[in-house]
T-cell receptor, first 111, second 115 residues
Framework: KNEVEQSPQNLTAQEGEFITINCSYS?????LHWLQQHPGGGIVSLFM???GKKKHGRLIATINIQEKHSSLHITASHPRDSAVYIC?????????????FGKGTHLIIQP | NAGVMQNPRHLVRRRGQEARLRCSPM?????VYWYRQLPEEGLKFMVY????????ESGMPKERFSAEFPKEGPSILRIQQVVRGDSAAYFC?????????????FGQGTRLTVV
C-alpha cells in the first residue's frame, strides 16, 4: 500500500511569492496527479505526470521517479491560487484500485 | 461534452434514513470510482466499478454501503441507515476504457450531512 506524504500541510504566503509544495510516496507508481480543491468545491486535475516536468501557465510540476518525489510550483502567486492542493498516485500494477491521496496542502495567498 | 455530473450537490439526512448519491460519468467513460473525504481528512478510495460490475470494493465499509453502475443510467452509491459519522463529501471520478495513465476527471461532489 502506497503512503503519500505532502508538505507543508499549511502554507500562507504573500501575493507574488514563489510557492513550492512537495509530495513523496513509498512505492513505485505508474502516474502521479496534482489536484486542486477550492473550499466547498469540486476537485480539478492540474497535472498528470509519469516522468520529467510539465508546465501550465504559472504552474509547474516535476517528478523524480528514482527519488519517489514530486513538487508543484506556483510562480507569481495570486490570492485566487488559495486552495487545497492534493497529490495522488496511481499504482504501477495498473490494477483495479483507484488513486491514493495525500492529505493535501492548504495554501492561502494574502494580497 | 459535459464533465462528471454528481447529484445532489448537498444532501441532508436524519440518522437512520437512506442516502442515494448519483454519478454520471463523462461521455465515453465506462469506469467509475467513488471516493470519500471526511472532515479534516484526505480522500479515500471506496469502490471501483465498470458497467454492471464491481471491480474493487476494498475501500467500502462492510455494512450499510453499496454501489452499483447499471447498464443504463448513473452509478449509485447507497448508504443505508445513515449515522453521523457518514457525514462527508463523496466524490465520483470517471475514466475511459483504457484507464492507465489517464487524467483524473472528478465530479463536484455530494456533501452529505447527517443530523
Amino acid at each position: 500500500k502506497n503512503e503519500v506524504e505532502q508538505s507543508p500541510q499549511n502554507l500562507t504566503a504573500q501575493e507574488g511569492e514563489f510557492i513550492t509544495i512537495n509530495c513523496s510516496y513509498s512505492v513505485g507508481i505508474s502516474a502521479l496527479h496534482w489536484l486542486q480543491q477550492h473550499p466547498g468545491g469540486g476537485i480539478v486535475s492540474l497535472f498528470m505526470l509519469s516522468s520529467g516536468k510539465k508546465k501550465h501557465g504559472r504552474l509547474i510540476a516535476t517528478i523524480n521517479i528514482q527519488e519517489k518525489h514530486s513538487s508543484l510550483h506556483i510562480t507569481a502567486s495570486h490570492p485566487r491560487d488559495s486552495a487545497v492542493y492534493i497529490c495522488a498516485v496511481e499504482g504501477s500494477g495498473g490494477g483495479a484500485d483507484g488513486l491514493t491521496f495525500g492529505k493535501g496542502t492548504h495554501l492561502i495567498i494574502q494580497p | 461534452n459535459a464533465g462528471v455530473m454528481q447529484n445532489p450537490r448537498h444532501l441532508v439526512r436524519r440518522r437512520g434514513q437512506e442516502a442515494r448519491l448519483r454519478c454520471s460519468p463523462m461521455k465515453g467513460h465506462s469506469h467509475v470510482y467513488w471516493y470519500r473525504q471526511l472532515p479534516e481528512e484526505g480522500l479515500k478510495f471506496m469502490v471501483y466499478l465498470q458497467k454492471e460490475n464491481i471491480i474493487d470494493e476494498s475501500g467500502m465499509p462492510k455494512e450499510r454501503f453499496s454501489a452499483e453502475f447499471p447498464k443504463e443510467g448513473p452509478s449509485i452509491l447507497r448508504i443505508q441507515q445513515v449515522v453521523r459519522g457518514d457525514s462527508a463529501a463523496y466524490f465520483c471520478a470517471s475514466s475511459p476504457l483504457n484507464r492507465v495513465n489517464t487524467e483524473a476527471f472528478f465530479g463536484q461532489g455530494t456533501r452529505l450531512t447527517v443530523v
